[in-house]
């Protein structure tokens, strides 16, 4: 069973269906990538709940990790790499 599911819908998706699946078979942790956005989702007593701070990865945040998503999607990996 893995720890962590992530999930890109880069067309149409429905999120609740994409949780009520990963739900049943007990991921304790689900990130979902839609609309440029990434959401973080714990597994809290059976249900999805989300949150700001991924729990198997605590240092990462939602709100910090969409813009360097996106950077990958919009600009050169030269470009990024330069950066570092």
């Known amino acids: 069973m893995p720890d962590l599911v992530v999930e890109v819908i880069f067309t149409s998706g429905n999120v609740e269906n994409l ?6 078979i007990g991921v304790s942790e689900l990130w979902i990538w839609k609309n440029n956005q990434i959401s973080f989702y714990t597994l809290v007593d059976n249900k999805y709940l989300e949150v700001d701070r991924s729990q198997n990865l605590s240092k990462i ?5 969409s ?5 990958g999607i919009q600009e050169s990996p030269a470009i990024i790499k330069q950066d570092f």
Request: net charge neutral; aromatic share 12%; hydrophobic share 30%.
């Open 19 to 24: 949780k009520a699946s990963y739900e049943i």
């Open 67 to 71: 813009p360097f998503i996106n950077r």
């Open 61 to 65: 945040e939602s709100s910090s990790l």
